[in-house]
């Protein structure tokens, strides 16, 4: 017994030839007690001695401490109403750090008990301490324990009655009252809950919900499945990958989705899927690469992410060789690739990983340029956003000016060429003589007759 290492091997006796009534509750050694010990105290303590509770804990809580002697006096309620401790613990420890053992809070709401020491006497009082300001912010145990049954049933569809019960340290009466929460909230959303059978709560949805559900499920996988097919390559890889090979009627439904897709969609999908395997190494990676100008070279990269844009995926990647950060067109990767090695991740620049869908091409320093688009086309151009620090001035007549950054005039000339004459840079000089320049280049290859068609390729 715990009672005899502290030499009050005699206590309870003790106590009850006095008069007073004696339950033992054991707890862990220098611990507070929970809500096990606060279950055995309701079942074992007479109801008559509810007042008591704190006292009692403190009591037993003491002694599990450090030795005691007990100075007692029994009020009309049967309260304990002082104690002599020794001045030192057999461990050495103070009174005054035993003291702060044996103060906690109370689970049930009501105000906490602790004792206190005072200089002026070797009693020790039990008085209450000023009640904590609650949390604002924090949810109230109530709201908690059926936040916990409800994601329990949503998640598992079973809720274990006694589970719950020694979670919570909560009556049977007290979990019939969650449930009753939960179906009014069920009765809103399609679920209903059943009483407790075989000690079990049962989450029961209705068929109608379910046929909602299943057939909401099958629309966006069938949507997904278009998006899949229209966008192709490693966009379609991966989401085959979440939703299934099922066969989808791309006539069917009522989103459809057109946009380019590559050529040889399997061998950018699949140099892709290699590339993130490096990237998640991360390893370094070796490939052959043909750019748009220039000789075909071996490259030699750190792979961070893959860009898609306009039906072209681009790897961006910090380049060994040039010791800078570059982009890398899939399509025109050539070869085996290899891993190489290992790599310490670097901090990507921002401009690579901006959601732009213009001027995201490397060049020299990024430049402002203007557009004024014809009120053919405005409405149509100024309803998108192509970067999220465009610029647009709309005028009177219809017509509008838009402008955006580009660091290559190249892809800025290009970008406004796609919408005709409709289209005309305006600012600054050195971007309006780069489209002069070009588009006199388009002229003379047609006046040339360059365009004339050329010899027949196969591939």
Do not use: N
Not at 254 to 278: D, N
Not at 378 to 401: L, M
Not at 419 to 428: H, Q
């Amino acid at each position: 017994h715990e009672f005899e290492p502290l030499g009050v091997a005699g206590l309870a006796d003790g106590i009850e030839r006095r008069g007073i009534a004696s339950f033992h509750l054991p707890i862990p050694d220098v611990s507070i007690p929970g809500h096990e010990f606060e279950r055995t105290w309701r079942t074992t303590l007479p109801r008559q001695l509810g007042r008591t509770r704190l006292a009692k804990v403190s009591l037993t809580t003491l002694l599990s401490v450090w030795p005691v002697r007990i100075t007692h006096r029994a009020t009309p309620d049967g309260q304990i109403s002082s104690l002599r401790p020794s001045t030192t613990t057999d461990g050495g420890r103070s009174v005054a750090s035993a003291l702060s053992i044996l103060s906690h809070d109370s689970d049930d709401g009501s105000e906490p008990y602790r004792l206190r020491a005072s200089g002026a006497s070797d009693t020790e009082q039990m008085r209450k301490r000023p009640r904590a300001r609650p949390r604002t912010d924090a949810p109230s145990r109530t709201v908690a324990r059926i936040g916990w049954i409800l994601l329990t049933l949503l998640y598992d569809g079973v809720v274990d009655y006694a589970a719950c019960i020694d979670r919570f340290g909560i009556s049977r009466r007290e979990f019939q009252r969650d449930l009753l929460k939960i179906r009014e909230i069920g009765r809103g959303h399609g679920f209903t809950v059943s009483h407790i059978t075989g000690g079990r709560v049962l989450l029961h949805a209705s068929a109608r919900r379910i046929e909602r559900l299943s057939a909401k499920t099958r629309d966006v996988t069938a949507t997904l499945g278009r998006i899949a097919a229209a966008l192709g390559g490693p966009i379609e890889r991966e989401l085959r990958g979440a939703i299934g090979s099922e066969k989808v009627d791309p006539h069917r439904g009522f989103l459809h989705v057109r946009e380019a897709t590559p050529r040889e969609s399997e061998r950018v999908a699949g140099a892709c899927a290699f590339l993130e395997e490096a990237a998640a190494g991360p390893a370094r990676v070796e490939f052959s690469y043909k750019p748009a100008r220039g000789a075909r070279a071996i490259r030699r990269v750190e792979p961070y992410h893959v860009i898609a844009r306009s039906g072209r995926y681009y790897l961006v990647g910090y380049d060994l060789m040039r010791r800078d950060w570059r982009q890398f067109a899939l399509d025109a990767i050539t070869g085996p690739m290899r891993k190489e090695g290992t790599f310490t991740p670097r901090a990507v620049p921002e401009r690579f990983l901006a959601e732009h869908a213009v001027g995201w091409i490397r060049g020299s320093a990024a430049l402002d340029v203007t557009i004024r688009l014809s009120p053919v086309v405005a409405a149509a151009v100024t309803s998108v956003i192509w970067q999220s620090g465009q610029r647009v001035a709309r005028w009177p007549d219809g017509s509008a000016e838009i402008t955006l950054a580009f660091e290559d005039l190249g892809e800025a000339v290009r970008w406004s060429l796609r919408f005709g004459a409709e289209a005309i840079v305006i600012a600054p000089p050195e971007a309006v003589a780069f489209a002069r320049e070009t588009v006199d280049g388009i002229a003379r290859a047609y006046a040339s007759g360059v365009a004339r068609k050329p010899e027949l390729r196969v591939g």
